[in-house]
C-alpha cells in the first residue's frame, strides 16, 4: 500500500472546532481557514466528511464558517468522549466507511493533545490509516500541539500538511478537479 494518501480511500474528520472552544486556541483564524481548505478539497474529490461536536450544548456547535461548507452526506455527531472512537455512533460510521474502502482517516481540528491524538491514535490501533493535518490542528498552547504532533507520529499516525493532503489526493495537475481546487494550494 502506498504511504500517499488516496483521494478513493479517503474520509475527513473534523474535531470540535466549536463555537466557545476556538478562542481559546492558538491561531485560531488560521486553524479554521485551514480547515476550510480541507473541507472545501474532500467534497469537491467526493471523501465523506465526520464532524464531531464535542458535548455542544455547553460549548456550541461547529463555527458557521466551517458548518457553512459542509456539503449533503456529511454527519455532524455530537459526542462526550474526548477519543471520536469513543463514541458509538461515530465509531461506527468510521467502521462503516471503512468496509466501504474509507480506510485513510485525515483528522485535523481541536484540541489537538485530547481530542484529536486520542481521536487519531484510536484510528491507528483499529486498524485504519490514520493522518494528521499539522497545520489544520491546534491547541491553547503551542508546546501542547507539538507534543501531540510528535507523540501522534511516533504512534504511526501520519503527519502530513493541508497542501501534502490536497496534492496526494489531486494525484495530477490539469484535471477539472486540480482547476476548481488550484485557488485553494496558491
Known sequence: MSALLSR??????????????????TAPDALVAQCARLIQGAARLGAPITVSEQYPKGIGATVE?????LPDGAATLSKMAFSCMGDAAIAERV???????RTEVLVCGIEAHVCVLQTAIALQEAGLR??????AVSSRQP???DLALRRMELAGVGVVSVEMAL?????EAGTPDFKALAPLIK
Not at 490514520?130 to 497545520?135: G, L, M
Request: cysteine-free; aromatic content about 6%.
Open 130 to 135: 490514520a493522518f494528521v493535518a499539522a497545520d
Open 65 to 69: 464558517s466551517l458548518r457553512g461548507l
Open 143 to 145: 508546546l501542547s500541539r
Open 95 to 101: 467502521r462503516a466507511l471503512a468496509a466501504a474502502g
Open 167 to 171: 496534492f496526494e489526493w489531486l494525484g
Open 8 to 25: 478513493a480511500r479517503a474520509h475527513l474528520m473534523v474535531v470540535d472546532v466549536q463555537e466557545r472552544l476556538l478562542p481559546a486556541m
